[in-house]
């Protein structure tokens, strides 16, 4: 399978981005919830994160050009696994998306308008089967050009900003990529970080996907410890001053 744009290949519009490892329960409904919105000009890049169970099988069983699913000989995390997807993608626009939620019908064209106009994108999400979502506060429209004011909100982990809701223009994976190394988790907030700081970012007001909650989430739940809470936000204060250095670098 030819990874690069050459001749006789056709240009990639819309690339989704997804990371797998151990999602056989659900990985096909959110398969077949984004090809349903996909065009013939999109695809999904999936890369398996050396998944134990039938993954990576089940992916590579679905019968659709679109699909390119790479396998990861060893196990490296998440955000790697998300990190190789964006490289190896060759869309114009890039969209993230977990194993486990299910796309809402017209998430795609809603969010490539908002990339018309920013290079970054995040929308809201509302709970697959019903029932409370987290008490974080929903994205409002609104707050898309206070950029100082969202960036304190992530620091204080008030911010909803969640990658399988958000997508970004290729130019910004200037900034976003590559991920810093000390980067284990939020790979989302570093995206919002960057899409603030360059003054770039839209919130949508409406959801894009239905939200799985289950036992096996990537995404930390409930409360952490103080020492994990002011690591967390050291971590964030220098990805600020890390999105600010590549920004100016390239302006």
């Known amino acids: 399978m030819n990874d690069e744009n050459g001749p006789g290949v ?18 096909r409904e959110q398969i077949a919830s984004i090809l349903a ?10 890369v398996d994160d050396a998944s134990p169970d039938e993954t990576a099988a089940i992916v590579e069983g679905i019968d659709d050009l679109r699909i390119r699913l790479v396998r990861s000989p060893v196990n490296r995390g998440y955000v790697r696994s998300f ?29 490539l308008a908002a ?14 089967g019903g029932g409370n979502r987290p008490w974080i506060p929903r994205l409002k429209s609104a707050d898309s050009r206070r950029h100082v004011a969202n960036l304190f909100a992530i620091l204080i982990g008030y911010r909803a900003y969640y990658g399988c809701g958000m997508a970004f223009r290729r130019e910004a994976a200037r900034c976003f990529t590559p991920i810093p190394a000390y980067v284990r988790e939020s790979h989302d907030l570093w995206l919002a970080i960057c899409g603030n700081v360059a003054g770039s970012i ?12 289950h036992e096996s989430n990537q995404t930390p739940a409930g409360l952490r410890s103080l020492p994990k809470i002011v690591a967390a936000r050291v971590m964030l204060v220098r990805l600020m001053v890390e999105a600010l250095r590549r920004t100016r670098r390239r302006v």
Request: proline share 4%.
């Open 10 to 27: 056709p240009k990639i519009r819309a690339s989704v981005c997804m990371a797998t490892y151990k999602g056989a329960a659900f990985v």
């Open 37 to 46: 919105e996909l065009g013939p000009d999109d695809e999904l890049v999936v």
């Open 83 to 111: 990190e190789e997807a964006i490289r190896l993608s060759r869309g114009e626009y890039v969209f993230l998306s977990d194993q486990d939620d299910v796309w809402i019908p017209g998430r795609l064209e809603l969010m």
């Open 115 to 128: 990339l018309s106009g920013s290079m970054v994108v995040a929308s809201n999400f509302d709970m697959l």
């Open 202 to 213: 839209t919130h949508l007001d409406e959801s894009t996907i239905y939200r799985r909650i």
